[in-house]
């Protein structure tokens, strides 16, 4: 019987969650894994410019790696007739642009496994294995979504999040500086954990978020700063059907710009250094990681604040 009386919990309200048909996972790569086991695959074709956090289930599960070239429109360099029955090929739908060309690329690569865990409000193809994680898009602890047609042939226990949140209350509370320690150590407490279902307070959070709202948020600023910049830019992007993006990848000759933007306390991420471990230093991917900046245009910043980015780009500012 559940309790009755006693000390309030969080109060939280009783919505949709946006991807509410799916399977609800504790991380990305787990999803992954999900769908390597469904699959009995033992083998999978990735990327070069991918984090090596997706190699944990690989690793544990003893599956071949092959990896493959990207080239500047971050598009496969592959010969797709070579992918065999017990292989996946995962594609990353990089930044949430590349929504396009995921639709033509189920046409013609059997096995396909969409990486979208940087294009939160992509729709996924039919009869498409595809993953989504939450906290890269929202303030949630942990937290993926997964859609396969195969499901496991065991059961999954239950996650449970509430020690994974001292960094979000503290930015809250007390702002970004202070709980960036507990970021850190909350992305460790990641690593290699089993596949378990979606905790009840992520799914509880994931039911409060105004999701039209921050994606018409996202996309507004980032065709803020395209038609901005877009002429400095040495990546040419297709911005006509952008829906989910994440970042806005500028690539451009400016070294200084990223030591310019945290000097004033604008934040970029970087994609990924463990990039770097894999290729040299005159491949595309090492380039991508070493001096792409990749600009923050979440549902948090304001015109102004993305006005003054564009500022910091053009160096008409500083502290």
């Not at 990089?94 to 496994?113: A, P, T």
Request: hydrophobic share 35%; with cysteine; charged share 25%.
């Amino acid at each position: 019987m559940k309790e009755i009386g006693g000390y309030f919990e969080l109060e939280l309200n009783e919505g949709a969650e946006y991807h509410n048909n799916s399977i609800r996972l504790n991380t990305g790569r787990n999803a992954l894994e999900y769908i390597l086991l469904a699959n009995n695959y033992n083998k999978i074709y990735l990327p070069f410019f991918i984090c090596d956090s997706l190699l944990e289930p690989l690793r544990r599960h003893d599956i071949e790696v092959d990896f493959y070239l990207i080239d500047d429109q971050f598009e496969p360099i592959f010969d797709f007739s070579t992918i065999e029955d017990a292989s996946g090929f995962l594609y990353v739908n990089y930044f949430g642009l590349k929504d396009s060309f995921v639709h033509s690329l189920k046409q013609k690569c059997k096995n396909l496994i969409v990486d979208n865990s940087q294009s939160f409000f992509s729709k996924p193809e039919p009869n498409t294995d595809t993953f989504y994680s939450a906290r890269k898009f929202f303030g949630v602890p942990d937290g993926a979504y997964l859609y396969t047609n195969k499901p496991l042939p065991f059961p999954l226990d239950m996650d449970q999040s509430y020690n994974r949140c001292l960094h979000l209350l503290m930015r809250k509370d007390i702002g970004p500086q202070p709980g960036y320690g507990s970021f850190l150590q909350n992305e460790h407490y990641l690593c290699n954990q089993q596949i378990k279902k979606m905790s009840r307070l992520t799914q509880a959070i994931l039911c409060n978020i105004n999701y039209e709202k921050i994606r018409k948020r996202r996309i507004e600023n980032f065709n803020f700063i395209h038609e901005n910049i877009a002429s400095t830019n040495k990546l040419k992007l297709s911005t006509d059907a952008v829906y989910s993006p994440m970042v806005y990848p500028y690539w451009c000759t400016d070294k200084g710009l990223k030591d310019r933007l945290h000097k004033n306390k604008i934040f970029t991420a970087t994609y990924w250094d463990d990039v770097k471990k894999r290729r040299t230093a005159d491949s595309l991917e090492y380039k991508f990681t070493e001096e792409i900046v990749y600009l923050p245009i979440d549902q948090r910043l304001t015109k102004r604040n993305v006005a003054l980015i564009l500022k910091i780009i053009r160096n008409e500012y500083s502290r």
